[in-house]
């Protein structure tokens, strides 16, 4: 479907989010691939029931755990990344066995348009569905949507709209898996080569416009490093897009007006370094870097989303790490420093959903790391096994043999002194030589 | 109530201020624990007696040897499941760090249940006590003998202001509930159960439900009936049935029928003598509330043997129930009590079909010789967990998850299943700032070329030995010089 349409989705992506085509091609239609054909050549693998390690007492059974489908899964997906944040999940629930309800988010209407044209045309349409209400009443039709019961959701999005989704799920007891933004942060040591930093931060920032979850939400810069961070991303900005981004063929726009408007109110906070031109009618900001920004300034409120990175100056490791820690666990941590006591003294003393030293935004094109966040940016994962895992139950199996009841014998009533001593001795035996033993 | 928001603020200052960190911590503190079973274990066994009429065997064998147990494996392996996993590498990252750190998630709430107050208390808060957390223990205030026993001795043995207990009813629980955790393990009803996920909701905290169901059991016309009534009946009325895994109800196939309720009869004089009231083997139901609500439970079925009550004491008899109509009381609830219904079916498919028009229990028994019937019906169900030929052995088997689904719950436990429930798995990258010509790659202005050099270093999964990642080393330089160049073209 992605390799016989890719010039459509090209098109749908260049509409909805301006995407440059290095982007779509890369960070949509690649890893998407890349998942769907890493999925398929392990999934046998993944299907094998698991064969446990047993005790004495279960020595002659059979133990093991069998993965099986849950049922109906419904994926919502995320504007920032259309197609991706729709079908990673929908390939983990497809491999596991599911079928699968897609509602694709209408903000990106074009793309969400064409993939339910495209869907049914390649896969079982019994299956799955697509669901797409268009632009009408998103909030309501997804209330409307939550109403039904399903075996597994999984939502990709704000933490609003996810407590909300846990909320209705929990009418059914429906396991959830929440992915959502919030407000990464990434922290300079004085001892790092600023002009890769610079680089990695800027490209990680202003790719998609800023529309990425695990963009760096806001720099913390070691003062003795500030200047020297500001030269080189200034450099870098401009390597990158030019003297006028917004005739870059390779700088995207805001997904809607609404969007737009609320990034422009973050824009007075702080100073201006960099940046900071606008055009609604483009749904355009320029890569914004803003500098003196306070920690309880607008701009360090919510999570961004934007092309806009505030620079916020500290004068020691203990102050950035403290200023990670008043805020709810990010998606995503982020260290530059040649120090690997920095490295490791930032990795534990916070937490994250992933956490990534000298790079940004590269841990979720790898489908060996889990992908997803704790506390306030979410629960649960996906990407390769994980969403397998993720949408699939283990069922812990044992298959006994009906004879033997030489030794069950012992546990049955009436109760025998002489037959607790038996079974406290066995059980003593196995737990010496690993696991531990109850009666059989 | 303040109490509870002084009791949840004092177990985060203590995770924040990172004592639980170390390994040693956490050992003494499961060793501890250890401790605790080992020199109260007639304490413990009094309590369960008040409670439940339970006897010494039942506590060892129920309560105490699982603990114990388990203690032993986290101390074995804690080391083991808390280091860093380290996973397969692309060739954009084979230079790089990239692992798994399982980290603790903070405050974990724990609400236990009542029907083996001990160990659905204490198994989880080992397993969130080994990952490293901070507890909040809930005991359940139905069984009040081992809650209080258990809001006694915790303080005594572990570290006070990271673990704490605290006790009470729905009010408190309620209160508990309005306060932020990082996880929340719930033993119980699903329609509490719901409440639970609800409260949870607000914060954003992930959630552990161990649920209930009705447990079908499948008898199959070839089989030793004496053997299978054995294990079903020690299964269904130890703790006079109050198991979240207890065999529920019996499907069996219609020729063995009459046997069935025989030999059940023989079994339940063999286990509990002609008057199971008299017997120092059967337990009490928990309360009076729960003696009536059994008892409504058998209108319009027939009592093929027991039926006797005495609701002063809490007795309920071992009771066999036929002529039962799906749609009854009795088929429509969990009993969690000492009734026995016996439906009848034709054939293998006409079971699965029974049972699969009904919410996903939390355990699925059948009794079969043939393995491949067997592997039928685990195959068209679906349920927490299987035990075929016996009852509830999955459950002590600790290299196994224990958990529900659908209805039945969601999450899992026991041994690594607890460690990895209670942590945070934190995907890692620890990149170097070298290599940064590979890396260029990715940077705009695009091109298709460098579109085409991505795709290659994403897609290869690699994994190496030392010699290896030696060769590989010297592969990626080679690599930088040679993207260098073409680039340059």
């Known amino acids: ?440 | 109530m303040d109490q509870m928001k002084n009791t949840v603020g004092k177990a985060r200052a203590a995770f924040n201020s990172r004592k639980a960190c170390s390994l040693e911590f956490r050992k003494q503190q499961l060793q501890a624990l250890r401790r605790l079973l080992t020199e109260n274990e007639d304490r413990i066994a009094d309590a369960l007696h008040k409670d439940l009429n339970k006897n010494k065997l039942d506590t060892q064998v129920f309560e105490i040897i699982g603990l114990e147990g388990e203690i032993a494996l986290l101390l074995e392996k804690l080391t083991e499941w808390a280091a860093p996993r380290p996973v397969e590498r692309n060739l954009l990252t084979l230079m790089d760090e990239v692992y798994i750190q399982p980290e603790p998630l903070g405050v974990v709430l724990i609400i236990g249940a009542w029907n083996y107050p001990f160990v659905l208390s204490l198994q989880p808060l080992l397993g969130a006590i080994a990952a490293g957390n901070a507890v909040v223990l809930k005991p359940s205030e139905v069984s009040e003998n081992s809650a209080a026993l258990i809001k006694e001795l915790i303080p005594k043995y572990l570290d006070k202001d990271l673990y704490q207990v605290v006790c009470g009813g729905v009010a408190e629980t309620t209160e508990l509930l309005k306060e932020k955790f990082d996880h929340i393990m719930y033993t119980g009803n699903s329609t509490v159960g719901k409440i639970v996920m609800e409260a949870a909701a607000k914060h954003l905290t992930p959630v552990t439900l161990e649920l209930g169901g009705k447990s079908p059991c499948y008898i199959d016309k070839n089989v030793d009936i004496d053997t299978v009534c054995r294990r079903i009946a020690w299964g269904k009325f130890t703790n006079c049935g109050q198991t979240c895994i207890a065999p529920d109800y019996i499907l069996c196939d219609k020729s063995i029928h009459e046997k069935v309720i025989e030999r059940l009869k023989e079994t339940i004089k063999e286990f509990y003598g002609e008057d199971p009231k008299k017997s120092p083997d059967y337990c009490r139901i928990i309360n009076t509330h729960h003696v009536k609500r059994i008892l409504s439970l058998l209108e319009g079925s027939k009592v093929a043997y027991g039926g006797q009550y005495d609701e002063a004491s809490c007795y309920i008899a071992p009771t066999i129930l036929t002529d039962v109509s799906p749609t009854s009381k009795v088929m429509k609830e969990e009993i969690f009590g000492p009734l026995l219904p016996i439906l009848t079916v034709n054939n293998v498919d006409e079971a699965i079909q029974f049972i699969n028009q009904r919410d996903k229990p939390l355990a699925l028994y059948a009794f079969c010789h043939d393995k491949k019937v067997l592997k039928k019906i685990v195959a068209e169900t679906s349920s927490g967990g299987v035990t075929a030929n016996d009852t509830m052995i999955h459950f002590t088997i600790s290299t196994l998850p224990f958990g529900g689904v659908g209805n039945s719950g969601m999450g899992a436990y026991h041994g690594k299943f607890s460690f990895d429930t209670f942590s945070h798995h934190r995907a890692c990258l620890i990149k170097s700032l070298k290599m940064e010509t590979v890396n260029k790659v990715r940077y705009p202005p695009g091109s298709p070329e460098k579109v085409k050099w991505i795709k290659r270093l994403i897609t290869k999964q690699v994994n190496f030995g030392k010699l290896g990642l030696v060769f590989i080393g010297l592969l990626g330089a080679l690599l930088a010089v040679l993207m260098k160049v073409l680039l340059l073209h």
């Not at chain 1, 133990?63 to 197609?83: A, Q, R, T």
């Open chain 1, 1 to 440: 479907m992605l390799e016989n349409n890719e010039s459509q989705f090209l098109k749908a992506l260049q509409h909805d989010l301006h995407k440059p085509k290095f982007e779509a091609l890369l960070s949509e239609i690649a890893v998407i691939k890349n998942e769907a054909i890493y999925a398929a050549n392990n999934l046998e693998e993944w299907m094998e029931p698991e064969y446990v390690e047993k005790t004495l007492s279960t020595a002659l059974d059979e133990c093991y755990v069998l993965k099986e489908p849950l049922g109906v899964v419904l994926v919502i997906g995320h504007w920032s990344f259309p197609l991706q944040l729709c079908l990673i999940p929908f390939i983990g629930a497809v491999s596991a066995g599911n079928c699968v309800v897609v509602r694709p988010s209408e903000t990106a209407s074009n793309t969400a348009e064409l993939l339910q044209n495209l869907l049914p045309k390649y896969l079982d349409n019994e299956c799955y569905h697509v669901i797409y209400g268009g632009h009408k009443d998103a909030q309501n039709d997804l209330s409307d949507l939550l109403q039904h019961k399903f075996d597994h959701v999984f939502y990709t999005g704000d933490a609003t709209t996810g407590k909300l989704v846990m909320q209705a799920a929990t009418k059914f007891l429906t396991p959830v898996t929440l992915v959502l933004a919030g407000k990464n942060p990434c922290y300079i040591d004085r001892n790092c080569d600023i002009y890769m930093a610079a680089r990695r931060i800027a490209w990680a920032r202003f790719v998609n416009a800023g529309q990425n979850l695990l963009a760096p939400d806001y720099v913390l810069c070691h003062a003795d490093v500030h200047d020297k961070l500001l030269k080189e991303l200034y450099t870098c900005v401009t390597e990158f897009y030019g003297e006028a981004p917004e005739k870059s063929p390779d700088f995207g726009r805001l997904v809607s007006i609404e969007h737009y408007q609320k990034l422009k109110e973050l824009l007075g906070c702080g100073k201006l370094f960099i940046g900071g031109k606008s055009d609604e009618g483009i749904k355009y900001i320029a890569p914004t870097i803003l500098l003196d920004v306070k920690e309880n300034d607008p701009i360090m409120e919510k999570d961004i989303f934007g092309p806009v990175l505030p620079i916020i100056k500290v004068c020691a490791l203990e102050e950035a790490i403290n200023i990670i820690r008043k805020r709810e666990k990010p998606l995503a941590v982020y260290v530059y420093s040649s120090n690997f006591k920095v490295i490791s003294e930032v990795m534990s003393r916070t937490s994250s959903g992933c956490f990534c030293s000298n790079d940004s935004g590269m841990q979720n094109m790898f489908l060996t790391l889990p992908f997803g966040g704790v506390g306030g940016s979410g629960m649960g994962c996906c990407h390769g096994k994980y969403g397998f895992d993720t949408f699939s139950h283990r069922r812990a199996c044992i298959l006994r043999n009906i004879g033997i009841e030489c030794v069950t014998y012992l546990r049955y009533p009436p109760y025998v002194d002489k037959n607790l001593s038996l079974i406290l001795w066995a059980s003593s035996l196995s737990r010496r030589s690993s696991g531990w033993c109850q009666i059989s």
